[in-house]
């Protein structure tokens, strides 16, 4: 029997195993499969990764979340102690990137539902990257520096 690549309805397969050593079969023994057709299929799509720095705004996405027979869907989204979303339920929340010593990471998790079924979860991380604040040095000039080296330098006038 070949395996049928879709179903138009719950189906059961039925298949027999019998083992033979050479000289005798076995009792001939049975396994039931059931494969259920889906009435639908519910997806959460949280997209994409991010790198951000701290204290900027940051916004998610789960637009590209969808239910295989469309339909309004439900965002339940999932924060970090760390992080405040502007909305657990709104379909690209916001939030300020919180303030880090060093670069970050943090997973947030969708879920969308259509009012009948769940999507799994689907997960995005946002990595935030510190930046230098400013550092006196040994003469009276200052420094402002920033993630990948970027600086600029300035002598302090008395």
Same mark, same amino acid.
């Given at each position: 029997?070949? /395996?049928?690549?879709? $179903?138009?309805?719950?189906?059961?397969?039925?298949?027999t195993?019998?083992?033979?050593? &050479?000289?005798?079969?076995?009792?001939?023994?049975?396994?039931?499969?059931?494969?259920?057709?889906?009435?639908?299929?519910?997806?959460?799509?949280? *997209?994409?990764d991010?790198?951000?720095?701290?204290?900027t705004?940051?916004?998610?996405? &789960?637009?590209?979340?969808?239910?295989?027979? &469309? &339909?309004?869907?439900?965002?339940? /989204?999932?924060?970090?102690?760390? $992080?405040?979303?502007?909305?657990? @339920?709104? $379909?690209?929340?916001?939030?300020?990137?919180?303030e880090?010593?060093?670069p970050?990471?943090?997973?947030?998790?969708?879920v969308?539902?259509?009012g009948?079924?769940? @999507?799994?979860?689907?997960?995005? *991380?946002?990595?935030?990257?510190?930046? =230098? *604040? $400013?550092?006196?040095? =040994?003469?009276? @000039?200052?420094?402002?520096?920033?993630?990948?080296?970027i600086?600029?330098?300035?002598? *302090?006038?008395?």
């Amino acid at each position: 029997m070949q /395996w049928p690549k879709s $179903v138009s309805s719950d189906t059961t397969f039925t298949f027999t195993l019998v083992v033979n050593d &050479g000289i005798l079969d076995s009792q001939p023994d049975q396994v039931e499969i059931s494969v259920l057709k889906p009435s639908k299929l519910i997806f959460a799509e949280s *997209r994409p990764d991010q790198y951000v720095y701290e204290r900027t705004a940051v916004a998610l996405d &789960g637009s590209a979340s969808y239910s295989s027979i &469309g &339909g309004k869907l439900t965002y339940n /989204w999932t924060a970090p102690k760390e $992080v405040f979303l502007s909305s657990n @339920s709104d $379909v690209q929340p916001t939030f300020i990137a919180p303030e880090v010593s060093s670069p970050t990471t943090y997973a947030f998790s969708l879920v969308v539902s259509d009012g009948t079924q769940i @999507s799994f979860k689907d997960q995005v *991380r946002v990595t935030i990257l510190d930046m =230098i *604040r $400013v550092y006196p040095n =040994i003469t009276t @000039s200052y420094r402002h520096c920033f993630k990948f080296h970027i600086c600029y330098s300035r002598n *302090r006038v008395n």
